[in-house]
Nanobody, 124 residues
Framework: QVQLVESGGGLVQAGDSLRLSCAHS????????MGWFRQAPGKGREFVAA????????SYADSVKGRFTISRDNAENTVYLQMNSLKAEDTAVYYC?????????????????WGQGTQVTVSS
């Protein structure tokens, strides 16, 4: 059974930080890039960040560049998203997903397995 379980969301104030975690199991993730996406109320799901298997290469949406950092611990089967200087517009449900391939793609259709999401709410 494939599982990706996000955690770490919550209610914070603008300017605060949060660290999201995504623990995955039940499927080989060796060589696969991983990504974080988010979906705000009434909006479509959008790319946030992605990271290759090695962790050497990352990519970010312009809206989070310089504030968010994606990382992974392959020994622990966990992917992280460190979010600093949070803004009200970062409020969304955050999802982690496994990429079908090795590159840190921003395309939703490049990802095949998804977690259930964790809510992040930033009050201004």
């Amino acid at each position: 059974q494939v599982q990706l379980v996000e955690s770490g969301g919550g209610l914070v104030q603008a300017g605060d930080s949060l660290r999201l975690s995504c623990a995955h199991s039940g499927l080989t993730f060796s060589g696969n890039a991983m990504g974080w996406f988010r979906q705000a109320p009434g909006k479509g799901r959008e790319f946030v960040a992605a990271i290759t298997w090695s962790g050497v290469f990352t990519s970010y949406a312009d809206s989070v560049k310089g504030r968010f950092t994606i990382s992974r611990d392959n020994a622990e089967n966990t992917v992280y998203l460190q979010m600093n200087s949070l803004k009200a517009e970062d409020t969304a449900v955050y999802y982690c997903a496994r990429s079908k391939g090795r590159s840190q793609s921003s395309r939703i259709d490049e990802y095949d397995y998804w977690g259930q999401g964790t809510q992040v709410t930033v009050s201004s």
